[in-house]
């Protein structure tokens, strides 16, 4: 008898509900974000009723430039919350985002978001190019996440490795999705891109200075990390 | 003298069928007598449902209270009953917390419909009455995402489960009552429900009539469901006849599998809950 009533009462105790993969849109840092463009957040497996009150600060938005929350809508499709700026954003300005803990409801439906989601990501409506950050991707190329989508190189680039002047070589641009092929693609609209440089011999350790056209200079100590992982990262994605 | 008392026998063996219809009522009465009226409340509990008695209806109230409350269930009963079968309807109405404030919606209705048999009991007492059919529930159009105990009360979906139940009258004022069911479930497939659920569970209630006191009495209901919110439950209810054909019913259902972690649902609750259970019901 102890052979079928245990596993039933396992069965029936507390199971945590499995989440699918979660990411975020625009990416953590994405600059030239369009005005009328959503935040996103996306959860797969993300099952709740159509109209489930998620509550008016399960996403909330601060205008870094102007100071206080930005009003909005948040919307629940299927498995995708969206908030949508009431008048959609302004141009010009950087704003800073984060998701809230789901509302539980006592004797409600479940979820519990997962903890990748959680923290502040940033956004900007500007349009200038920042350099968000350097890795050695697979411990030998050097390549530089920037924070919007470019088609081409029009811009001067200078480097400094350990404080002094170094030849880039040619720089090979590369697009967010190469990295992030399944994800869903909406989210990968408002993406961004990679630019690697292929002739530069950096070690692990080593300090680069990078300069991008009239952007502020990128200085970080080069460590090895993929960058799929890297790019994961910035999109809250698991 | 031998003779004269075989003389007796035989005029008192020739009297004797005489006599048996002289004892019995006159045929004109024995015409006109009816069965015997059913006790009108067949004990019940929780989970064990009143099944046989006559037709009536029911309200009955129940809350949650404590640190997970809020929940609050009023259900509408009635029920038909005749020699052979018995059946009954139940609507439950609920108001629930929810984040943009409180809701009421419908719940699932349910209908039950049972045919009643009675065998000689196994322990060489009277007879046990049987009772062996289905219930069923589907949602009328609400959408309480929510519940008080029931898997099957109140969030959306639909089901059935076969049941047996057996009354036992066990002795003067104490009655035991048991009951089986099986079956298939559907749910909208939110946390914690699941898509499609199989049931199975049993229950056992004791009711006993005060000695002192013949119109009340005390029932005590022990069940065990899988699959459900309240995999084991306790119930407790203190009964007042206040007048022929009407019950009153009061007292607390104790979550003890809530209380012990073992339920499906996330929430962390603990020795903190129990649900308030008042009832009234009428017999035709």
Same mark, same amino acid.
């Given at each position: 008898?102890?052979?079928?009533?245990?596993?039933?009462? !396992?069965?029936?105790?507390?199971? @945590?509900?499995?989440?699918?993969?979660?990411?975020?849109?625009?990416?953590?840092?994405?600059? &030239?974000?369009?005005? &009328?463009?959503?935040?996103?957040?996306?959860?797969?497996?993300?099952?709740?009723?159509?109209?489930?009150?998620?509550? &008016?600060?399960?996403?909330?938005?601060?205008?870094?430039?102007?100071?206080?929350?930005?009003?909005?809508?948040?919307?629940?499709?299927?498995?995708?919350?969206?908030?949508?700026?009431?008048?959609?954003?302004?141009?010009?300005?950087?704003?800073?985002?984060?998701?809230?803990?789901?509302?539980?409801?006592?004797?409600?439906?479940?979820?519990?978001?997962?903890?990748?989601?959680?923290? @502040?990501?940033?956004?900007?409506?500007?349009? @200038?190019?920042?350099? !968000?950050?350097?890795?050695?991707?697979?411990?030998?190329?050097?390549?530089?996440?920037?924070?919007?989508? !470019? &088609?081409?190189?029009?811009?001067?680039?200078?480097?400094?490795?350990?404080?002094?002047?170094?030849?880039?070589?040619?720089?090979? !641009?590369?697009?967010?999705?190469?990295?992030?092929?399944?994800?869903?693609? @909406?989210?990968?609209?408002?993406?961004?891109?990679?630019?690697?440089?292929?002739?530069?011999?950096?070690?692990?350790?080593?300090?680069?200075?990078?300069?991008?056209?009239?952007?502020?200079?990128?200085?970080?100590?080069?460590?090895?990390?993929?960058?799929?992982?890297?790019?994961?990262?910035?999109?809250?994605?698991? | 003298?031998?003779?004269?008392?075989?003389?007796?026998?035989?005029?008192?063996?020739?009297?004797?069928?005489?006599?048996? *219809?002289?004892?019995?009522?006159? *045929?004109? +009465?024995?015409?006109?007598?009816?069965?015997?009226? *059913?006790?009108?409340?067949?004990?019940? $509990?929780?989970?064990?449902? =009143?099944?046989?008695?006559?037709?009536?209806?029911?309200? #009955?109230?129940?809350?949650?209270?404590?640190?997970? $409350?809020?929940?609050?269930?009023?259900?509408?009963?009635?029920?038909?009953?005749?020699?052979?079968?018995?059946?009954?309807?139940?609507?439950?109405?609920?108001?629930?917390?929810?984040?943009?404030?409180? +809701?009421?919606?419908?719940?699932?209705?349910?209908?039950? %419909?049972?045919?009643?048999?009675?065998?000689? $009991?196994?322990?060489?007492?009277?007879?046990?009455?049987?009772?062996?059919?289905?219930?069923?529930?589907?949602?009328? #159009?609400?959408?309480?995402?929510?519940?008080?105990?029931?898997?099957?009360?109140?969030?959306?979906?639909?089901?059935?489960?076969?049941?047996? =139940?057996?009354?036992?009258?066990?002795?003067? #004022?104490?009655?035991?009552?048991?009951?089986?069911?099986?079956?298939?479930?559907?749910?909208?497939?939110?946390? *914690?429900?699941?898509?499609?659920?199989? +049931?199975?569970?049993?229950?056992?209630?004791?009711?006993?009539?005060?000695?002192?006191?013949?119109?009340?009495?005390?029932?005590?209901?022990?069940?065990?469901?899988?699959?459900? /919110?309240?995999?084991?439950?306790?119930?407790? /209810?203190?009964?007042?006849?206040?007048?022929?054909?009407?019950?009153?019913?009061? %007292?607390? /259902?104790?979550?003890?599998?809530?209380?012990? %972690?073992?339920?499906?649902? =996330?929430?962390?609750?603990?020795?903190?809950?129990?649900?308030?259970?008042?009832?009234? +019901?009428?017999?035709?």
């Amino acid at each position: 008898m102890r052979h079928i009533v245990l596993p039933l009462l !396992l069965i029936a105790c507390r199971a @945590e509900p499995e989440t699918g993969e979660t990411w975020i849109s625009p990416v953590d840092g994405k600059s &030239d974000v369009l005005l &009328d463009v959503p935040l996103r957040v996306h959860v797969g497996g993300l099952q709740l009723p159509p109209d489930y009150p998620l509550g &008016d600060d399960f996403i909330r938005v601060v205008d870094i430039d102007r100071g206080g929350f930005v009003e909005g809508r948040i919307l629940l499709e299927g498995d995708v919350v969206s908030f949508v700026p009431d008048g959609g954003w302004e141009p010009g300005r950087r704003y800073v985002w984060s998701v809230g803990e789901l509302p539980t409801l006592e004797r409600g439906p479940e979820h519990f978001f997962p903890e990748s989601l959680y923290g @502040e990501a940033l956004f900007a409506t500007t349009h @200038e190019l920042e350099v !968000l950050e350097i890795v050695l991707h697979h411990d030998s190329l050097v390549c530089a996440v920037l924070s919007r989508d !470019l &088609d081409a190189i029009t811009d001067t680039v200078t480097a400094t490795l350990d404080d002094h002047p170094v030849e880039l070589g040619p720089v090979m !641009l590369h697009h967010e999705v190469e990295w992030l092929a399944d994800a869903p693609p @909406e989210l990968l609209e408002q993406s961004v891109s990679v630019a690697c440089f292929p002739e530069l011999e950096a070690p692990d350790g080593a300090s680069l200075r990078l300069w991008w056209g009239e952007a502020p200079s990128f200085q970080a100590r080069l460590e090895g990390a993929d960058l799929r992982d890297v790019l994961i990262g910035r999109r809250r994605a698991r | 003298m031998i003779a004269l008392l075989v003389a007796v026998a035989v005029a008192h063996a020739a009297e004797a069928p005489a006599a048996e *219809p002289a004892a019995a009522a006159p *045929p004109a +009465q024995a015409a006109k007598a009816t069965p015997p009226r *059913p006790d009108p409340f067949v004990p019940s $509990g929780n989970r064990v449902t =009143q099944v046989g008695g006559t037709h009536g209806v029911s309200i #009955g109230t129940a809350a949650v209270v404590g640190a997970g $409350g809020g929940t609050h269930v009023t259900t509408l009963g009635a029920r038909y009953a005749d020699r052979d079968f018995s059946v009954a309807v139940r609507l439950p109405l609920a108001a629930y917390r929810a984040t943009g404030g409180r +809701q009421t919606d419908l719940g699932n209705l349910f209908l039950e %419909g049972l045919y009643l048999f009675e065998r000689p $009991g196994l322990f060489g007492g009277g007879e046990w009455h049987h009772a062996v059919g289905i219930e069923a529930h589907f949602n009328p #159009g609400g959408t309480p995402y929510t519940w008080l105990h029931r898997a099957d009360e109140l969030w959306p979906g639909m089901g059935a489960n076969l049941v047996y =139940q057996i009354h036992v009258p066990a002795a003067a #004022g104490l009655d035991v009552s048991v009951r089986g069911l099986v079956g298939m479930h559907a749910a909208r497939d939110y946390e *914690p429900y699941p898509g499609l659920f199989a +049931q199975i569970g049993a229950a056992g209630l004791v009711d006993w009539t005060l000695p002192v006191a013949s119109q009340v009495g005390l029932v005590g209901e022990m069940a065990f469901t899988y699959w459900d /919110l309240s995999p084991w439950e306790l119930t407790a /209810l203190v009964r007042f006849d206040p007048v022929a054909g009407v019950r009153l019913r009061g %007292g607390a /259902l104790l979550p003890m599998a809530s209380w012990l %972690g073992w339920t499906p649902s =996330q929430l962390d609750r603990g020795l903190d809950e129990l649900t308030l259970h008042l009832d009234a +019901q009428m017999a035709f």
